[in-house]
Each structure stands twice: as structure tokens, then as C-alpha cells.
């Protein structure tokens, strides 16, 4: 017995050791003072080829997961794009052949597939995503190697990467038509509903802020974790504080719970009526409850009246798997990959510092079923019409109010003085 | 001392077996994988090393941990928390400016700047909570499903506390872009490589611990204590303080493991501490043959190997394909896929036919007399 421990002993000193060997010889990397590194120029280089007849896209979106059923129309919507570019030749005259990806609804396993989709399978570009979580998660990944990833849904603003593009809303394309719209109804008591994570927290610092300055009075605040279904503790209190309309941010399922105690307790349309960022086409139908005369506010609907949005529909409707109704996310996403094939052959090249020199270079416009939107190069977002619609009977939206003229991006809110100028320096400084 | 009339495997076949581990982890798979499934594999071995601490609770001594992401989230937070401070500097971290732009930083966010804080709250944290509630458990005789339960009941509070404070500890979104891992660039690709060596390492240091442990007087006691408690008690030894140790361990390595999953993976979520995250850590060692000594890591291997590669070519499949083999381990092969050779005939362990646990326990008993 003595022999061995005393050997044990040896043994387990001797890997000790060892493991500490091999660690600090490993251990000649980058410092964090090393300038050269601090850059991130000691990534791998990139290992994308585009020699051949094709270009290699990846698609990551949850196809798994409670956001599945959200984003499998992402994901549904960008494979249709993709046939359709092919139809018409591929870009650059190269086919596209997409890597599709489960991002499981985990935000390490966004991180994990976009490492995947960029060294393993050396994708050009990456598209989709749902969730402002998935999103962040996403973000060091492309930012380190280099890479693009192409973001489809209305998200909280304040953020801009070299890496990324932003064809959904935001801030002040979606949150500032809204609360502007509540203004003109003479809204003066707000209760703010949202899901407890990064966008509606947020979403609903902004609209504080705003609010303060419109003279609309916050007369409560609730959030529910976005896998809670439970709403009744906080509906009563909105009940009890007697809002004139409710914001609400709420995201995915949720809603269901959160729509089911709101009539519950004897709220209504008429009297407390709701508008929503995040219900949409696909999602109304699905509230288990008549949602009739309740608001929303988005760029596009698929009630809009444009040149290219019948055909739009028209395909998406005849396309395998579809759920045969339009909704801003998926058309966001449609945009994203006719964004990335007009930005790609403004450059000639689908190396990623081409494309965002040729981003900035060029102004680079879609014909959208929202309307021609042009891409901002500088913060690679795109100018949107804001659009407020109201839910019939059909469960569509009645456009009720639009605004004067297509909504020029601003995600740090720069051009809105309410907004305190040193939280936004703070944001910029953290972000950097 | 004469020849030990051992079932078991001979010591040097265990030691030899994690030297051949050792040189697989530590020389050859930083040779041939791409940076990619380097990066993977070091995910893996963070599971593993959970996974043996779970194998040494549960395994040897009976209790089903169920809660092991509570101590995984105790490393992981701390381990991120420093990171993020870190990567932001004298600047309060960018996630806490978003949600309320002028608070001050949480008061306890502050130790975690300190580098030597980080390390010993990554040790003592785990340590110090799993000694307090496994001596309240223990002394009043909590076991079984009820000690389970609880267990688990902990990792869903913990979950949901931490998403429902979202400026304190990033919410569900969780905490990630970290630049620095102390004081190196962690996009640096050799920095990668140290990382990962550093939780293949700790796997290593791991094992080699709880094959010294089983082996020990200690082993002994902790089996005889899950096999037959009051008999351990009527021999004047007191259970609770052996199930002590064996639980204050297996938490402290969770908590490594969380502490090495934040380099790596650049992320940490409720979601990777919580109910599903804790039950898949037992999936894994249930899978690989929770009493022996490499089931339990090289389970969680092949869980975590199945999520990144089944996962991709079938997404809706392989949930079902893990709960299908869960279903056919339990059923078929109590004692996990390592208790697989001991099944074939002609070998000289023939004991199909004797009740599994036991049976383990017993040659384990023998092996510990060598």
C-alpha cells in the first residue's frame, strides 16, 4: 500500500508538472499589451474560396428550440431567395450553395456554429438569426475572423459593427414612428410589457427617455422571462394602474400568456388597446385569442401597396413549407441576401474589406416589397418607411399611419437630442 | 504483500490508460485538429471534468447530483465576470450601460478585477457552498430522490435568478465578447491552443485525482457508505462526513469546468447551468458508466461530440437519437458503455448475471485492497 501511494504520488506530481510545461510553452501568444495583436490581426486568414462556379453561404437561425417557430420562416425565406438568385444566374454569375445551420435557440451554439460556418465550411457571408441574444453571441465570432453575418429583425439599436449588417428596424425606425403615433392619439399614460432580456429592456430605456420629452407619462413597467407564459400578476397591474395603451415588447410565446390574461381581466381594444413590436402577419393568428383592433408597428406589412410586393407574396405563398402569410422579419431576411448580392458585385469580390469599402463607396438601393431601401455604408443599416397597422378581422393589418418619407437608419440616436450625448459617448466607448 | 485476487483492472492498466490520454489530449489532438474542433474538444473536456466530479458523487457514492450547474455557474460567473472587467477596463462593461446608464458597477462585481480573487473564488465559492448545504443534507440523512430533487431545484432558482437580473449578471443573454484571458489576447490562435491545454490539463489532474481517491482508504469508505449506509455507521465511521467529501469535490470540479467552459466556448448563459444543462451532465456519465473511472469523462465527450455533429446534419434528430440511447444504456447497460467489455464471454470478468451495482462495488473493493 505504502509503495504505491508514495508512487501515486510521484505520478500525480510528475502530470502535474508536465501539464504545466506544456501550458507555458504554449503560452507565446499575443499579450495584451502586444499592439500588433491588440488589433486582432494575428486571426487566421481567411480561408473562403470563390474560384469555382459556386460561393458557399451559411444560414444559422433556430430550428430547435422554443424560437424555432419563429425562425424557421427566416430561414424558409432565405432559402427562397437564394433559388430565386440562382434562377437568375447566382451573384457574380457564381450559384449559391448554402450550409444550413441549428442554432438551437442557445446563444453558444449561435457562437459555436458561426465559428463553424467561418473556418470549417469557409462561408462568404452568413444570414440570419432572430434574437437581439443570438445576435450578440454572433457578433465576437464574426468580428474575430474577419467574417459577415447579415441580421434580419427590428432589434434595440445602439451597436454597429464592421462585420455586420442590420436589415431589420431599428430604434428609430420602429420604437420613435410608434411612440410618435401614441402622441398623435393623445396617449398620456404608457404601461410598458416586455420579455426580460437584452432588446426590451433596452427598447424601453429609449422609450423612457422619449416619453419624458413627449409628455406621455410611464404609469408602470413589467417583464417575464421569454420562456414565462404567466402574465396574470402583472396584467392586474396594469389593470390597477389604468394605462391609456400598453407597449409591448414581448417576444415569442409569451405572448400568448400575456394576450390571454389581458382579456382575462376584461381589458380591451377599445379602451386599453395594445401596440406591439414583435406580432406580426404569422403571429396574430396565433394569440388563441381574437386579437382584432390591436396595433403594431413595423416597416413592412403585407397589406402594403408597392410595385414588388405582390409578386413577393405571390412566391412565398407558392413556395414548399411555407406558412403562406408575409411578415417584416422574413421579408427583412429576403432583403438581406439581395443586399449582399448588390453590395458583392458593387465590389467585384466577395472578400469582406472589399464589400465594406464598396458599401461605403457606392449607395447601394433594393427594389423591396417595403419600397426601394438604400444601405447606409457607413452603419450598415438600410432606411426603412415606418408603418403603423391596426389587426382586422383577418387577421391582417389596416395601415394606419405612415410616415412622410423612408426613415434614414440612426442606431446611436444621434440626430435625437433627448437622448443624453454622454450615455450615448459610454455605449460608442464600450462598444469599441 | 501477496498477489491481490483482483477482478478489477490492475492498477497499471488505469494509469497507463490516462497516460495514453494524457498524450492523445495534450501532444496529438492539438496536432491534427483544426482550430475549430480543438476549440470543441476543450468544450468537451470542460464537461468532462464535471462529469468525473459527477462520476465520484453519484457513481461511488450514490448521490445523484442533479444540480451540478449551480457550482458549474459559480466558476463560469466568476471566470466571466473578471473577463468581462478585463476586456472593459476602468470602463463599466458595455451590456450594464444599455440596460441603466447611470448606475455604478454591482458592488459585488468589484473583488473580480483582482486576477488572484478570480482563481481562489473559482476554488473556495464551490467549496464553501457545497460544504454547507451537503453538511445540512447529510447530517439530517437527506438522500435519494429527495436529495436529488433539491439539488436540481437549485440549478432552476439559480437559472432564474440569474435572468431575471439582467444589468447585475447579463440576463439570459449572458456575458460574452471577452478580449483577455489574464493579461493574453484570446483571439490570438496560440492562446487558443494554451486554453485549451490548460482544460485538457485540469481533465488530466482531474482523473488522475479521483483514481488516487478510489483507490484510497477513502474509495473504500465512500462505496461501502452508497452499498450499505447504516452498516458504515454501526462500524463507527459517520457517512455523512465521507458523502461530504466526495460531494465538496465533485462541486469544486464543476466549477473548474465552468471556470475553463467561458475561455473557450467566449460565452456563458442561464442556459448552461440550468435544469436541462445539469441533467444532460448526468445524461453523459450515465452514458459512459458513472462508477468507473473514464466512463464518465469520455461520456460526456460523446454527448457533447454528438451535440456539435448530430446537431448539424439533423437538428429535429438528435435530441431523440440522445434520449433513445439514454433509454437503451439504462435499460440494457446499467453500468454505461464501459461495462460493455466485461459482457463478452471468455473475458475474466464473467458475472452477467450478478445484480450490476453490486457487483461493481465489489470489484471495486477488491481492486482497492490490492
Redesign the interface.
Same mark, same amino acid.
Do not use: C
Given at each position: 500500500m505504502s509503495t504505491i501511494s508514495k508512487r501515486l504520488r510521484s505520478l500525480t506530481a510528475m502530470g502535474a508538472i508536465g501539464t504545466t510545461v506544456a501550458l507555458v510553452l504554449a503560452g507565446c501568444g499575443a499579450r495584451a499589451g502586444d499592439e500588433a495583436a491588440a488589433g486582432g490581426t494575428s486571426a487566421a486568414p481567411s480561408c473562403v474560396d470563390t474560384s469555382g462556379s459556386a460561393v458557399k453561404l451559411g444560414f444559422l437561425n433556430s430550428l430547435t428550440g422554443g424560437m424555432a417557430i419563429s425562425e424557421k420562416t427566416v430561414s424558409n425565406v432565405l432559402h427562397m431567395a437564394a433559388d430565386e438568385i440562382n434562377a437568375g444566374g447566382g451573384i457574380l454569375g457564381k450559384k449559391i450553395e448554402y450550409v444550413q445551420e441549428d442554432g438551437a435557440t442557445d446563444w453558444p451554439t449561435f457562437a459555436e456554429k458561426t465559428e463553424k460556418l467561418l473556418t470549417q465550411d469557409c462561408v462568404a457571408a452568413i444570414f440570419g438569426g432572430w434574437t437581439s441574444s443570438s445576435r450578440k453571441a454572433v457578433k465576437p465570432v464574426v468580428e474575430k475572423h474577419n467574417g459577415l453575418f447579415f441580421y434580419p429583425v427590428q432589434y434595440e439599436g445602439l451597436e454597429s459593427s464592421p462585420n455586420i449588417y442590420y436589415t431589420g428596424a431599428t430604434t428609430n425606425q420602429q420604437i420613435i414612428p410608434a411612440m410618435d403615433f401614441l402622441k398623435a392619439q393623445g396617449v398620456k399614460r404608457l404601461f410598458l410589457a416586455g420579455s426580460d432580456y437584452v432588446f426590451p429592456r433596452t427598447a424601453n430605456a429609449i422609450i423612457k427617455l422619449y416619453a419624458a420629452k413627449l409628455g406621455i407619462e410611464i404609469v408602470g413597467e413589467e417583464y417575464v422571462p421569454l420562456d414565462k407564459d404567466d402574465w396574470t400578476s402583472q396584467v392586474a397591474k396594469i389593470v390597477a394602474a389604468k394605462p391609456d395603451f400598453i407597449f409591448n415588447t414581448i417576444n415569442g410565446s409569451s405572448n400568448v400568456g400575456f394576450v390571454k390574461a389581458y382579456y382575462d381581466a376584461g381589458l380591451k381594444a377599445e379602451t386599453t388597446p395594445i401596440i406591439s413590436v414583435s406580432i406580426a402577419e404569422e403571429e396574430a393568428p396565433a394569440m388563441g385569442h381574437e386579437v382584432t383592433g390591436q396595433y403594431a408597428s413595423w416597416n413592412y406589412f403585407q397589406s402594403l401597396k408597392t410595385p414588388t410586393n405582390p409578386k413577393f407574396i405571390e412566391s412565398w405563398k407558392a413556395y414548399p413549407n411555407s406558412s403562406g402569410v408575409t411578415s417584416d422579419p422574413m421579408e427583412a431576411a429576403y432583403i438581406s441576401l439581395y443586399l449582399y448580392k448588390a453590395l458583392v458585385e458593387a465590389a467585384g469580390s466577395f472578400d469582406v474589406d472589399a464589400v465594406n469599402a464598396a458599401a461605403k463607396k457606392n449607395a447601394i438601393t433594393f427594389d423591396a416589397p417595403e419600397g426601394k431601401v438604400t444601405l447606409d455604408g457607413e452603419n450598415h443599416h438600410i432606411s426603412k418607411p415606418g408603418h403603423i397597422g391596426k389587426i382586422n378581422s383577418s387577421n391582417q393589418f389596416d395601415i394606419v399611419w405612415a410616415s412622410d418619407k423612408f426613415i434614414e437608419p440612426d442606431p446611436y440616436l444621434e440626430g435625437y437630442d433627448w437622448f443624453p450625448a454622454d450615455i450615448r459617448k459610454q455605449l460608442v466607448d464600450a462598444a469599441g | 504483500?501477496t498477489k491481490p485476487r483482483t477482478t478489477g483492472p490492475k492498477?497499471w492498466i488505469s %494509469?497507463s490508460g +490516462?497516460g495514453v490520454f494524457?498524450v492523445l489530449l495534450?501532444a496529438v489532438a492539438p496536432l491534427v485538429l483544426?482550430?475549430?474542433?480543438l476549440?470543441?474538444l476543450g468544450?468537451y473536456c470542460c464537461w468532462a471534468i464535471a462529469a468525473v466530479g459527477i462520476g465520484l458523487a453519484w457513481g461511488r457514492g450514490g448521490m445523484l447530483v442533479m444540480g451540478q450547474g449551480v457550482f458549474f455557474a459559480l466558476g463560469a460567473y466568476s471566470m466571466a465576470m473578471h473577463l468581462t472587467l478585463e476586456t472593459?477596463g476602468d470602463? +463599466?462593461?458595455?451590456?450594464m450601460?444599455?440596460?441603466?446608464?447611470?448606475a455604478p458597477l454591482p458592488m459585488f462585481w468589484e473583488p473580480f478585477r483582482s486576477a488572484g480573487f478570480t482563481l481562489l473564488a473559482i476554488v473556495l465559492l464551490p467549496v464553501v457552498m457545497a460544504g454547507i448545504l451537503g453538511y445540512a443534507l447529510f447530517k439530517r440523512r437527506v438522500k435519494g430522490a429527495y436529495f436529488a430533487i433539491l439539488t436540481q431545484a437549485l440549478a432552476v432558482a439559480l437559472a432564474?435568478l440569474i /435572468? /431575471?437580473t439582467?444589468?447585475e449578471t447579463g440576463?439570459?443573454?449572458?456575458l460574452?465578447?471577452?478580449k483577455?484571458f489574464f493579461?493574453?489576447?484570446l483571439?490570438?490562435?496560440?492562446?487558443?491552443?494554451?486554453v485549451f491545454? +490548460?482544460a485538457a490539463? %485540469?481533465l488530466?489532474?482531474c482523473l %488522475?485525482?479521483v483514481w488516487?481517491l478510489y483507490?484510497?482508504r477513502f474509495g473504500e469508505l465512500l462505496v461501502a457508505t452508497r452499498d450499505a449506509e447504516e452498516r458504515v455507521r454501526f462500524l463507527g465511521y459517520d457517512p455523512a462526513n465521507v458523502k461530504l467529501v466526495a460531494f465538496v469535490v465533485s462541486a469544486l470540479m464543476a466549477s473548474i469546468a465552468g471556470a475553463m467552459f467561458v475561455p473557450i466556448?467566449? +460565452?456563458?448563459?442561464p442556459?448552461?447551468i440550468g435544469a436541462a444543462a445539469s441533467i444532460l451532465m448526468i445524461a453523459g456519465v450515465a452514458f459512459g458508466g458513472r462508477a468507473s473511472l473514464f466512463g464518465p469523462a469520455l461520456g460526456a465527450m460523446a454527448v457533447g461530440w454528438g451535440q456539435?455533429s448530430l446537431?448539424?446534419t439533423w437538428?429535429?434528430g438528435w435530441?431523440y437519437i440522445l434520449g433513445l440511447l439514454f433509454i437503451v444504456v439504462i435499460l440494457f447497460l446499467p453500468n454505461g458503455l464501459s461495462s460493455l467489455p466485461s459482457r463478452f464471454p471468455g473475458r475474466t470478468r464473467p458475472k452477467p448475471d450478478v445484480p450490476p451495482t453490486p457487483a461493481i462495488a465489489a470489484a471495486e473493493l477488491e481492486e482497492v485492497r490490492a
Open positions: - | 504483500m492498477p %494509469l +490516462i494524457a495534450l483544426t482550430d475549430h474542433w476549440n470543441n468544450k472593459a470602463r +463599466i462593461p458595455g451590456f450601460v444599455l440596460y441603466d446608464p447611470l432564474t /435572468s /431575471s439582467i444589468r440576463g439570459d443573454t449572458g460574452s465578447d471577452f483577455y493579461g493574453f489576447v483571439n490570438d490562435p496560440a492562446n487558443k491552443v494554451m491545454l +490548460i490539463g %485540469l488530466i489532474v %488522475l485525482a488516487q483507490r484510497s466556448v467566449g +460565452i456563458i448563459t442556459a448552461e456539435s446537431g448539424s437538428p429535429e435530441t
